[in-house]
């Protein structure tokens, strides 16, 4: 099995682009030009003695059992790590078993764990089980590096936060955050879905840990599940995967494929999908119809010189407030090309109700504390014509 060529000494550093689409490759005797799918669960032995020798350690291009690691696995891992500047990354089934292996495979009983309260609704199960295991969790709120702050103590292993917030598209300050963190000795996990790897710099902004649901802008098609573990080898290798290759949190080669399919025109959809969503945050700003409309891209987010700073962009999601529950229905209900559903990052644009689906588990004033108002609606800004997009919207929200 050979590599891609590494560039030449003194080169110019290859574009993210050229890099998404090539890195990591590994092909087989055959030279196939696209990325081999191996559909296999294990790996024959040459002799007693390599599968003895194996098991003691492996070299990079020796697997065992897909649990532990797969070369279509590893290619897809390799890419994404490139991507986001980590040494390492494992792949897992779903963004869940990423942020459920990145953080239970770190702490233990009488940790502390200090995280953001404006959390996706099984990111704050995640946190309700490790409580069970005697680990304390601190919520704040995501924005307010004072309360970050006070959170935080010696026997803080962790800080937790969604990079930008789920539904209602808050941003935290990972610099800031990290600061505080790492003065007091604690690792920093982020959940960097809605940030996507294209407008990611967490790793360099001081995140230690960087998860992501590839499910959403990775594979882009809305086909499949996959997750991310983003970090140090040292932690990925000796902390992550021994939690997650026992556990069977590993994703299925064959996501894994799909998914290096889909990181090679990723940074073109994130990109047209983002530019698509600031126009369309553009033409909603100030409709009579709309009590609010959200997107980080705006002036008017009230973090919007940070998220210029942290991403370079609004990101691929809006969030729009249409006043009660009665109007975000009929909207919904009116619109042709946004479709109703629950997946984000597709090529297909997507409108959800958070009160009433991801966020239905939370009690009325857990939500309004979230700011998840009844007549919100998250849409995830997909790869149609922009002016198609913001006519449906119009003619939903108008109707
Ligand atoms: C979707 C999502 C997850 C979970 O990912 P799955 O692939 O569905 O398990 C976690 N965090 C955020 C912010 C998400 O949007």
């Known amino acids: 099995m050979s590599s891609d060529e590494k560039r030449p000494e003194g080169q110019q550093p290859l574009h993210p682009r050229t890099r998404a689409v090539h890195h990591g490759t590994r092909r087989s005797q055959y030279g196939e030009m696209a990325e081999a799918l191996f559909m296999t669960q294990g790996f024959a032995y040459d002799s007693a003695e390599q599968a003895e020798q194996r098991f003691i350690a492996s070299g990079p291009d020796e697997f065992i059992y897909a649990r532990y690691g797969n070369p279509t696995s590893r290619m897809f891992e390799d890419r994404v790590a490139d991507l986001e500047g980590t040494e390492d990354a494992f792949a897992t089934a779903s963004g869940m078993a ?11 009983p009488g940790d502390h764990v200090v995280s953001a309260r404006a959390l996706f609704g099984s990111c704050l199960y995640v946190l309700d089980i490790l409580t069970r295991f005697g680990v304390e969790v601190t919520y704040v709120d995501g924005a307010d590096l004072d309360q970050w702050r006070a959170a935080v103590r010696p026997g803080t292993r962790a800080v937790f936060f969604e990079t930008v917030s789920n539904p209602t598209l808050e941003v935290v300050d990972i610099a800031g955050v990290a600061e505080i963190a790492h003065a007091a000795g604690a690792m920093v996990v982020v959940d960097n879905v809605f940030a996507t790897p294209v ?14 649901s590839a499910t959403k802008h990775i594979d882009g098609s809305g086909r499949c599940l996959g997750g991310l573990i983003c970090g140090t080898r040292q932690f990925v290798r000796e902390v992550a995967e021994p939690y997650l290759k026992h556990t069977g949190g590993a994703i299925s080669p064959f ?35 709309l009590a609010r409309v959200i997107y980080p891209g705006l002036a008017d987010h009230p973090q919007h010189d940070l998220a210029m700073r942290q991403m370079g962009s609004g990101g691929t999601m809006i969030a729009i407030d249409t006043g009660s529950k009665d109007a975000a229905f009929r909207a919904m209900n009116r619109m042709r090309i946004f479709k109703i559903s629950n997946n984000l ?36 800004v997909g790869l149609e014509d922009h002016g198609d997009l913001t006519a449906d919207l119009l003619q939903a929200i108008e109707g």
């Open 98 to 108: 990423a942020v459920n292996g990145a953080l239970m495979s770190m702490v233990k």
């Open 199 to 212: 407008f990611s710099r967490a790793a360099s902004q001081g995140a230690d840990v960087v998860v992501y």
């Open 255 to 289: 996501n894994a494929w799909l998914m290096l399919g889909g990181l090679s025109t990723l940074d073109l959809r994130v990109r047209a999908q983002a530019d698509a969503a600031a126009r369309i945050a553009q033409a909603l700003q100030g409709h009579p119809g």
């Open 345 to 380: 990052g597709d090529a297909k644009s997507i409108a959800t109700h958070p009160a009433t689906t991801t966020h239905q588990r939370l009690s009325d004033e857990v939500r309004a504390g979230l700011g998840i108002t009844p007549g919100l609606l998250r849409l995830s």
